[in-house]
């Protein structure tokens, strides 16, 4: 407790075994998860900071519910919608284990939903309408950071309360005078769940992480703006809306981003087929050409790795004859998917030879 903290070890206690059995605790583990409240405290640092001195809108009734306003629907982008309903799907679950005394799975949930889509993903992708020239815009994004850091530590109040606490003391409206967290309700059920934003924003998840692994790969400096041309077919209009997004996540040079639904293939460019479109990183004076042939060539062997699986799934009469119906389906299409994919790398390796 002296090294890592209450909260840190109380943590480590309730997520790191599964109930009736004995628990070997790690020291690493435990450091870990001091790293978790730190990493909490300065989200809320930020939160707060952006907040600023504003008087914040709250909800109106019982003070025990109280939380801050949403944004009109119109108002919201797709991060935030996004991020809502990753909140309301989180406390749904969190709330189902909790009531069944699955404590350690209920932790580890919300340690993903607040770690890497609130903190890494949510807050990164806040940051282009929090700096941006529109003050409405500025203004629902400040309101939506603060509702779902709000509701997300009186989830986690049970499992971390000391610094759940302390930073609910901080919050416009909710600390110091106002009642304490440990009185708080915990949030009922939520309306945000949307499967058309959790899709969308997955997409632009999956683009940005293709092109931030092809940057490391190529050892590209981190603070350098790359050109990127995507070919982006059916989801031209949502790449072309958020286009601000891709070239703040993934560091792309907004002068020489192209987006269209269909584009030629450049000569001797990385081609990353993820999110339903194709990514071309013009090669020239940034990478190593042989690197690129060696990158495709490996992404064409997990490719036809994971097809040979699905053909031989296919090709079983038994595994089609007793599988369910929708289970066939999904392989299905996962290999026309995937061999799609194949067709345009083995494409693009053709332009480099």
Excluded at 48 to 75: K, V
Excluded at 232 to 242: D, V
Excluded at 277 to 296: C, F, H, Q, W
Aim: glycine share 6%.
């Amino acid at each position: 407790i002296r090294d890592y903290g209450t909260d840190a070890l109380r943590f480590t206690l309730l997520t790191g075994g599964t109930p009736g059995n004995d628990m070997k605790l790690s020291v690493t583990r435990i450091e870990a998860n001091r790293n978790f409240a730190n990493k909490i405290w300065n989200a809320a640092r930020f939160v707060i900071m952006n907040l600023g001195d504003e008087e914040m809108a709250l909800s109106d009734g019982d003070p025990f519910d109280r939380t801050y306003a949403l944004p009109d629907a119109a108002a919201l982008a797709l991060p935030d919608r996004w991020i809502l309903s990753r909140l309301a799907d989180v406390r749904d679950e969190a709330t189902r284990l909790i009531d069944s005394f699955q404590l350690g799975e209920a932790g580890r949930q919300l340690y993903e939903f607040l770690w890497n889509e609130y903190c890494d993903w949510y807050i990164e992708a806040a940051k282009v309408r929090l700096y941006g020239d529109d003050p409405a815009q500025a203004q629902a994004t400040r309101q939506v950071l603060a509702y779902v850091l709000e509701q997300s530590l009186r989830l986690l109040h049970p499992f971390m309360p000391f610094v759940t606490e302390a930073i609910w003391e901080n919050l416009p409206g909710m600390g110091g005078e106002n009642l304490a967290l440990i009185v708080a309700r915990w949030p009922g059920a939520m309306a945000h769940q949307s499967d058309q934003a959790d899709d969308a924003f997955g997409r632009i998840q999956e683009m940005v992480r293709a092109i931030r692994n092809a940057r490391s790969e190529y050892n590209v400096e981190p603070a350098r703006r790359i050109i990127a041309q995507i070919s982006a077919g059916e989801h031209e209009a949502l790449l072309r809306e958020n286009a601000p997004l891709l070239v703040s996540l993934a560091r792309l040079d907004p002068e020489q981003l192209t987006i269209a639904a269909d584009l030629p293939t450049p000569s001797k460019a990385a081609a990353l087929a993820h999110g339903g479109a194709t990514i071309y990183l013009p090669l020239a004076g940034m990478v190593d050409l042989d690197a690129e042939r060696k990158r495709l060539e490996k992404e064409l062997a997990n490719i036809d790795g994971q097809l040979q699986r699905i053909n031989g799934l296919l090709n079983n009469p038994g595994f089609v004859g007793k599988a369910p119906a929708e289970v066939v389906e999904r392989e299905r299409a996962k290999q026309d998917e995937l061999t799609q994919q194949r067709e345009q790398l083995a494409s693009h390796m053709r332009e480099l030879v």
